[in-house]
Antibody
Framework: QKQLQESGPGLVKPSETLSLTCTVSGGSISSNIHYWGWIRQSPGKGLEWIGSINHSGSTFDNPSLKSRVTISVDTSENQFSLKLTSVTAADTALYYC????????????WGQGTLVTVSS | DIQMTQSPSSLSASVGDRVTITCRASQPIYSYLNWYQQKPGKAPKLLIYAASSLQSGVPSRFSGSESGTDFTLTISTLQPEDFATYYCQQSYSSPPTFGGGTKVEIK
């Protein structure tokens, strides 16, 4: 049973860096067909794709986030991570990690989500 | 970015009703359209991919269709567990984008 689980601080101060990790179980993150991504959901902006990383380590991110995004993979821990720099209150959201089977594919497995609040 | 416009934003229906939700893309996305169901406190769940392919384990009362840049999700006979919010998502071009959602409520 494939499972994804997000972890990380629930509170981040403005201008600091948001860091989240997604642990994958029930399958290898080293799969050569899957992409691993981050999606967030807020009342104001709905569902928003943040970025993804593929099996070869290539990353893709949403231009709307103005190069604040870094996504990386740790194959030894079967995890992938998100860093979002220079956060503001607008980055307050429920953050999900998810898997897709290609760059033009849907997200077929999702984590349960973790709420991150940006506040001083 | 490709804009995805869903309608209606909410609807009220009764168990047993046939429900139709529409999603319109701002430009051609061919069949790269996916539908998700989200219940309160839960992550979105993939229902339909490639406009009309049913995800494994999803009941056959859910179906999808397309006509040009217009896509439709149909629930043939609404069940109590189907009251939720439904989202469309295009995966044709980056960034992938989602519709604003349609909340299906109990009449």
């Amino acid at each position: 049973q494939k499972q994804l689980q997000e972890s990380g601080p629930g509170l981040v101060k403005p201008s600091e860096t948001l860091s989240l990790t997604c642990t994958v179980s029930g399958g290898s993150i080293s799969s050569n067909i899957h992409y691993w991504g981050w999606i967030r959901q807020s009342p104001g902006k709905g569902l928003e794709w943040i970025g993804s990383i593929n099996h070869s380590g290539s990353t893709f991110d949403n231009p709307s986030l103005k190069s604040r995004v870094t996504i990386s993979v740790d194959t030894s821990e079967n995890q992938f991570s998100l860093k979002l720099t220079s956060v503001t209150a607008a980055d307050t959201a429920l953050y999900y990690c998810a898997r897709s089977w290609g760059s033009n594919s849907p997200f077929d497995y999702w984590g349960q989500g973790t709420l991150v609040t940006v506040s001083s | 970015d490709i804009q995805m416009t869903q309608s209606p934003s909410s609807l009220s229906a009764s168990v047993g009703d046939r429900v139709t939700i529409t999603c319109r893309a701002s430009q051609p996305i061919y069949s790269y359209l996916n539908w998700y169901q989200q219940k309160p406190g839960k992550a979105p769940k993939l229902l339909i991919y490639a406009a009309s392919s049913l995800q494994s384990g999803v009941p056959s009362r859910f179906s999808g269709s397309e006509s040009g840049t217009d896509f439709t999700l149909t629930i043939s006979t609404l069940q109590p567990e189907d009251f939720a919010t439904y989202y469309c998502q295009q995966s044709y071009s980056s960034p992938p984008t989602f519709g604003g959602g349609t909340k299906v409520e109990i009449k």
